[in-house]
């Protein structure tokens, strides 16, 4: 069953279907568009057209009570017919700012009525070609606002909500979702927001606030708010208290994995990949193309996980293709310990042995008030970056050190994607860290961090970094070195690198000046690179 509102143009009059009737009589809310208009479709309407949705509805009297059991073409035909003629609207009467978002007055309507008008059914077919997922069969998901494209994105930006004690961030979310991305990015993606409260007045409220500031882009198909009904929740009730958790934290966590296990079921067709955040995030300026960019590094292995953030299940990516099992198995074990450990097992099982986690974070945790009991919570990623158009490209190569590796701290933790930093011991004068090219780059820029948070005296205390040539025989070293830098409080960072080259980089290379009693942490290596000549 599919409610929603259809908008005409000037000199298109609403026409009753014909034949079109209900039970006992009663006629159905089907309104059709005459042969003359520029678009034609069908659109279902509940039975009150209250000004919410349809603020340019040219008559109440249009509206029928009742509804009508559309087919999901038809269905999906009205919802694009509603968003075109929005757009036609937005393009002939010019007074509304492309980049503001449509606002609507809900005009002081009733819980009951607006939930009424946003609560289309039918959105279980996504679920219907899973045969693995027998248990997610029967969900029946409320579809609160938005229309199912009929074309499938690249990505699913998929967020469970639910009411806390103290803070709201959910808007905030959304706007950096939509702002830090181009129209042309916002084409190849949907976000899907899941408002799980267990009380429905609050998702109703909150569902009515989204789609009043965020309907351009609801109308684009760009945001739909979902609700799994609390039926088909298993029990809450009388369930094991691992790890020694209180009753009431058991009860959050479990019921937060049965809130993704429902978010991933339902987005599972609707991308080919899928990314998890939660709903206190900032986002990375066109964080969609640094994801482009991650994948195509990965293209031809065998990945499960791949991470955008170092914090809990912010910026995890996965194939939709393994949504479903992801979502079975978030069932499974909901009850015995949080998603983003069971996200770390089902990892595992996908034999993904190491975290690929790509460096710096393209979302930051943003809310100060956990959702759980309203705690304080200041949890920030210290490797997020703002702008991810300005990721470093880090060519593929081969790294080498003269100083001794602390147990599995290798020197590709910090040029790479594998999680961690590289540790060395006893750095001495005339200690090297070797960055070896596979091929010869034209270097811009390079950053390089050391030292961490948690050991912040093994930072590089004098050091310089050099661009080597003429790549030796072994392929371990370079022969000709120029210095580009030295490192200022255990950072360098250096631009325009290029005009002091004669030609292409074939070897990045730290040495020490100095000695020092204090090892060395590397946290991170980047470098950018130009493809001229």
């Known amino acids: 069953m599919v409610h929603g509102c259809l908008l005409m143009p000037h000199g298109c009059p609403w026409v009753r279907t014909p034949g079109c009737s209900g039970q006992s009589g009663q006629p159905w809310g089907c309104i059709q568009a005459p042969p003359h208009c520029p678009v034609q479709g069908m659109v279902v309407f509940p039975g009150l057209c209250p000004d919410l949705m349809c603020p340019f509805l040219p008559q109440a009297s249009a509206c029928r009570p009742g509804a009508m059991r559309c087919s999901l073409k038809r269905s999906l035909t009205a919802a694009l017919a509603a968003s075109f003629l929005l757009l036609l609207l937005l393009l002939q009467g010019g007074s509304w700012q492309e980049q503001d978002p449509l606002e609507v007055e809900p005009g002081g309507l009733a819980p009951a009525t607006v939930l009424q008008m946003l609560q289309p059914e039918g959105a279980q077919r996504i679920l219907r070609d899973m045969d693995d997922l027998s248990a997610l069969h029967n969900v029946s998901y409320h ?43 916002l084409q190849e993606m949907v976000v899907v927001v899941h408002l799980a409260d267990a009380d429905p007045r609050w998702n109703v409220h909150v569902a009515a606030n989204i789609a009043r500031k965020f309907a351009h882009h609801i109308l ?29 934290r058991v009860r959050f966590r479990s019921k937060q994995n049965v809130d993704y296990a429902f978010l991933l079921a339902f987005a599972a067709n609707l991308s080919s990949y899928y990314l998890m955040i939660e709903d206190d995030v900032w986002c990375a300026k066109s964080f969609l193309t640094a994801i482009r960019k991650a994948l195509a590094s990965q293209e031809g292995s065998n990945w499960a996980t791949l991470e955008f953030s170092k914090l809990g299940y912010i910026g ?24 983003d450990w069971l ?40 490797e997020f970056q703002a702008d991810a158009l300005d990721l470093p490209d880090n060519p593929p190569a081969a790294l080498f050190t003269s100083m001794p590796i602390f147990e599995n701290y290798e020197p590709l933790k910090a040029y790479g994607t594998a999680e961690g930093y590289f540790w060395g011991k006893d750095p001495a004068a005339g200690s090297v860290f070797s960055i070896i090219f596979h091929q010869p780059a034209r270097v811009t820029r390079v950053r390089v961090r050391t030292g961490s948070d948690e050991r912040q005296s093994d930072f590089l205390r004098a050091g310089v970094l050099e661009l080597g040539r003429q790549r030796q025989a072994d392929g371990r070293d370079c022969s000709a070195y120029t210095t580009v830098g030295t490192f200022e409080k255990g950072t360098f960072e250096r631009r325009g690198l290029e005009s002091g080259m004669p030609g292409p980089v074939e070897c990045v290379r730290i040495r020490v000046t100095r000695d020092q009693s204090e090892w060395l942490i590397i946290q991170s290596i980047d470098i950018w690179t130009t493809s001229g000549t």
């Open 143 to 185: 579809l609160l606002a938005g229309s199912l494209s009929p074309r499938k994105k690249f990505l699913a930006v998929g967020l469970a909500s639910v009411q806390r004690p103290r803070g709201y961030y959910l808007p905030a979310t959304l706007q950096s979702l939509f702002k830090q991305s181009t129209e042309e990015e």
């Open 220 to 248: 684009l198909g760009q945001l739909l708010l979902i609700h799994a009904p609390q039926e088909f929740y298993p029990t809450l009730e009388g369930l094991k208290r691992n790890y020694n958790d209180p009753e009431e």
């Open 316 to 339: 995890k990516l996965y194939r939709s293709s393994d949504l479903p099992r992801l979502a079975r198995f978030l069932l499974l074990f909901y009850q015995e310990m949080p998603c």
């Open 343 to 382: 996200l770390v097992h089902f990892r595992l099982l996908l034999t993904q042995k190491d975290v690929i986690r790509f460096k710096p974070s393209l979302f930051q945790h943003m809310g100060l008030y956990s959702s759980f009991q309203g705690t304080i919570n200041r949890l920030e990623d210290d």
